[in-house]
């Protein structure tokens, strides 16, 4: 096989992994979704307060990676279902803190594990030079959605 060949053969087979990753992800949202009636990110959310105890949602926000705005709105239906109640502790009004109900906390103690949970118990069965090229691929492809559709090279803070 020649190298344009290869390569678009290559390129095809990376794109149907992807794919596979992402309809993992759609199967699990669903399942989610129809045994315990909350998404993805109400799970997320959830998870960061069972996780780190009472948050402001500036703090929730930076644990499941959305702006502050869609917080908002997933606090709101968690509320709304009595899975996280708001509260003003502070002095300052203005200061809100989310903490997780009874409800909220035997949901995320028994909803199922999500689908990243399942790479990661794989991930211990291979070496450190397997994670690290794995590291390196998956850091290559996620800077070519950046504008610049480049690699930084650059891990999230307290990720070595």
Known sequence: MNHKAHHSSATRHIGWLIRRLLQAEEQYTKALEKAHNVSCAQLSCLTALHENGPLPPSQIARHIMVNSSTVTGIIDRLERKGLVERSRTSQD???????????????????????????????????????????????RLTGMLDDQGGDTGKRPSGIK
């Not at 997780?100 to 199922?112: C, F, R, S, W, Y």
């Open 93 to 139: 009004r203005r200061v809100i803190t989310v903490s997780l109900t009874k409800e909220g906390t035997t949901l995320v103690e028994n909803a199922p594990l999500p689908v990243q949970n399942k790479i990661v118990t794989g991930m211990r069965k291979l070496s450190s030079e397997e994670i690290e090229q794995i590291i390196q691929g998956l850091t």
